[in-house]
């Protein structure tokens, strides 16, 4: 990897670790490999949101040409939001994209991220199953997204009904992960959601 | 008027003299004047001009120059300035004398010259708090350096000279951005002029870079300019103004300025576009691109996205356009209200099944065309290969007693033969578009014309001429190509005319 880059992710390293964000175990960063070509990341869910308490892992590739080119950043840990893909985790974010600059760092972009957690873009979404139901339904919207941080992220409300469906469906032969994508994208119709299933 | 011909040249052949070859040598020497003459007309009106690589940079220059004898700010503000205007002078004077200049600088992105004195931005305040000697900070390595090793633009935004180097190496290498690099920091869009790059970039190979990406732009905005499209051919031609007419570069490309391709006398540039994606729609590769591929709709180049998110910003420096992915429509009412592409509509879908009907009747008649507009392609192919064989025979002839200009109708005759199957592979293409009535009748039978003394004098050439005499070949020669060419100048005549008077109509497929 170019000096640049090297330097730029140790010296980062430094302040994302000495900040107050990590004191408060908002956000973390840790190392996966000696190149820092890729990292680990980890912002917990922002208060007052579906995701509050919850914690995410973020998978984070340093390209060659850091810090002019954005890191490559995507969720780990399943998540049920308009800007996050439900299936790849792949995140619609301006900053990691053409926004990106050069002066930005690690920090600022999992604190960009949590704050994306905070308010979501609905009209430039990544999921638009999500996206549409965000507009569409908000209150279901919500408690699906409160389900998805419960189930994978440890968040700590649970929602009853949604556990019931997902073990029914889980009961009747269905993987549960599938089952909770059916429900979650039908608006939590059981029947719909299997035919759902049961057709793709 | 033929007869007479004949008479004339059988008494030439059988008595060479010193006069007839005078005379035939003026006969010569009129005949492509003449026969091109109605050609001439055309392209006279048209004024073009071939820039070599350098004559680009210079007339890029005196542009700037020209401009700037009368505004008085920096070049490099210019250039710019000029960039934003799509390299169009008066409308760069008409904004920056009529309107708000201060508003315009913004729209361009530079800092009004006027004003770089006056204030100097907040931002700077943490280096010059600092003073000289003491160390800052560059945002993006993060070393600690002397404030005098940091460098950066009239928006006060400084990073060390190395990361700027680094940073304008990846846009120009790696993004392919020429005038439109911004300034490193977040959300700031002032633009790094030329002189800048050209101060930070040591590498050479970046260099050239830039300037190809400057030049490029530069030719490319510019209504009154196009590359010449021919392989490896690096000229430009400049004209005076913009229309279909044949540009003919000095690599002996000739090329129609408005779309770029060879040059399609009669169809007109629309059909041609139309007709050339047609063509390749059954190829491996562009099966490919329509796959994978949609075209940005303001700009029309091709776009593969490589992401999920399907708000697109057309990557085109020139366009920039907001568009969603899923149905091409501007991406702003995706903002407002809940879109529409989501949902599959009842109407399309009927829609595209009755097409479906339809484009199977198309299909034969498209075969039909393309068939014989790809036969003349291939006929033309080989045809230039008669440029060989008629070599041999013109040496043939000289060593029979006669001179090299009098052999030289050979020549000639192949090059009107090229022309004639040119033009036809074209009519295939007008006709294919072609809505029938009383007029396109008319068309199709002096297409049909055309076709049978094209073949008449391809025949000739390729094959006859071996048996014929060489006494013979000269008149039948003439005689034949003559008529070719009568033909196709009454074709395209009246098909301008045609054009002119609203004659042609379109299907429109």
Redesign the interface.
């Known amino acids: 990897m170019?000096n640049?880059a090297v330097?730029?992710i140790k010296?980062?390293f430094k302040?994302v670790v000495k900040s107050e964000e990590v004191a408060e175990c908002h956000i973390q960063v840790e190392l996966v490999n000696d190149s820092f070509t890729e990292l680990k990341g980890q912002i917990a869910g922002p208060p007052d949101t579906p995701y509050e308490g919850a914690t995410f892992n973020l998978e984070i590739k340093i390209p060659e040409?850091y810090?002019?080119?954005p890191p490559k950043v995507k969720f780990l840990t399943a998540i049920w939001h308009p800007n996050i893909?439900s299936v790849?985790g792949?995140i619609?974010l301006d900053i990691l994209?053409?926004?990106w600059?050069?002066?930005?760092t690690l920090r600022t972009v999992l604190l960009s991220l949590q704050a994306l957690l905070a308010a979501a873009e609905p009209?430039?979404?990544?999921d638009?199953v999500v996206a549409?139901q965000y507009?569409?339904n908000h209150p279901i919207f919500l408690k699906t997204a409160r389900h998805w941080a419960n189930i994978y992220a440890g968040g700590t409300i649970r929602e009853d009904d949604y556990d019931n469906r997902v073990i029914q469906l889980k009961n009747m032969g269905f993987d549960p992960h599938k089952a909770r994508v059916a429900l979650s994208t039908h608006n939590w119709n059981v029947e719909r959601a299997m035919e759902h299933i049961l057709n793709y | 008027m033929d007869l007479d011909d004949d008479i004339l040249y059988e008494d030439d052949s059988g008595n060479e003299s010193s006069e007839n070859g005078d005379d035939q040598f003026m006969e010569m020497n009129m005949e492509p004047e003449s026969s091109s003459s109605q050609k001439r007309d055309e392209v006279d009106d048209f004024q073009f001009e071939i820039l070599t690589p350098d004559k680009i940079v210079s007339h890029m220059v005196d542009c700037i120059k020209e401009v700037n004898a009368v505004v008085e700010i920096p070049a490099t503000t210019t250039r710019i300035l000029l960039n934003h205007f799509r390299w169009d002078k008066e409308k760069l004077m008409e904004r920056y004398y009529d309107g708000d200049q201060d508003k315009l600088f913004t729209e361009a992105h530079v800092i009004s010259p006027h004003r770089s004195i006056v204030s100097k931005p907040k931002k700077t305040t943490r280096q010059t708090a600092a003073a000289s000697s003491a160390e800052v900070t560059c945002e993006i390595c993060f070393l600690s350096l002397p404030s005098k090793g940091l460098t950066g633009l009239e928006c006060g935004h400084k990073f060390c000279t190395l990361c700027w180097t680094e940073y304008l190496t990846t846009k120009i290498m790696d993004e392919g951005m020429g005038q439109t690099i911004s300034c490193a920091a977040h959300k700031c869009d002032i633009l790094v002029d030329d002189a800048t790059v050209m101060s930070l970039i040591r590498d050479p190979r970046v260099k050239l870079k830039y300037q190809h990406l400057i030049t490029n732009s530069f030719v490319e905005c510019n209504r009154l300019m196009r590359w010449c499209p021919a392989p490896d051919c690096g000229n430009a031609v400049k004209v005076a103004y913009s229309d279909a007419k044949p540009a003919l570069c000095s690599c002996g490309h000739r090329f129609c300025f408005a779309c770029g391709e060879n040059w399609h006398e009669p169809v007109r540039c629309v059909w041609l576009k139309k007709w050339i994606r047609k063509c390749d729609d059954d190829s491996e590769t562009s099966n490919w691109i329509a796959a994978n591929t949609k075209e940005c709709p303001k700009c029309r180049i091709t776009i593969e996205k490589d992401g999920g998110c399907n708000h697109m910003i057309c990557k085109n420096q020139n366009c920039k356009a907001d568009f969603c992915w899923v149905c091409l429509g501007p991406w702003e009412p995706h903002g407002s209200s809940w879109y529409n592409c989501n949902r599959f509509d009842e109407d399309d879908a009927k829609k595209a099944r009755d097409n479906q009907e339809l484009s199977r009747s198309m299909l034969q008649r498209y075969l039909f065309y393309c068939n014989r507009y790809m036969n003349h392609m291939q006929s033309l192919k080989f045809e230039h290969k008669l440029y060989a064989s008629i070599k041999v025979k013109m040496e043939e002839m000289q060593q029979h007693n006669m001179s090299w200009i009098e052999v030289q109708f050979l020549h000639k005759a192949v090059d009107v033969l090229c022309q004639c199957r040119q033009t036809l592979m074209f009519t295939y293409v007008f006709a294919f578009y072609l809505k029938k009535n009383n007029q396109s009748i008319i068309f199709e039978d002096n297409q049909k014309d055309l076709e049978n003394s094209t073949e008449t004098l391809s025949e000739f050439l390729e094959r006859d001429i071996t048996s014929e005499l060489l006494v013979d070949i000269k008149q039948k020669v003439q005689d034949k190509y003559r008529y070719c060419e009568s033909r196709r100048k009454v074709l395209l005549d009246h098909v301008y005319e045609g054009y002119d008077k609203d004659w042609w109509e379109y299907i429109d497929i």
């Open positions: 170019a640049i330097q730029r010296r980062e302040e040409t810090p002019f080119n893909s790849t792949a619609c994209k053409d926004q600059a050069a002066a930005m009209d430039d979404p990544q638009a549409k507009k569409e």
